[in-house]
């Protein structure tokens, strides 16, 4: 039996993904502050890859794209076992 064939059962659970650009600790002061426009520096820089999260464990890195009027990501790499 494959590795495919033990799983294929589980093939058709749906999952949340969650693509991560980065976190940020803000006071409940500066939320309230915000308004539409606002903008909140971040450590990330336009163009580094972002994180994939399934069920809240990180799964693989990606890169925005735009395709059309749509966003979406490109995967570019998935995290090693550890």
Request: hydrophobic fraction near 45%; glycine fraction near 8%.
């Amino acid at each position: 039996m494959e590795r495919s064939d033990e799983i294929d059962h589980f093939s058709e659970i749906p999952m949340d993904i969650e693509a991560q650009l980065d976190r940020k600790t803000m006071t409940m002061s500066q939320i309230l502050d915000l308004e539409a426009g606002s903008v909140i520096k971040l450590k990330r820089s336009a163009g580094e890859n972002i994180d994939l999260l399934v069920g809240g464990s990180l799964v693989a890195f990606g890169e925005i794209v735009v395709l059309q009027e749509m966003m979406g990501i490109r995967i570019t790499d998935f995290r090693a076992e550890s």
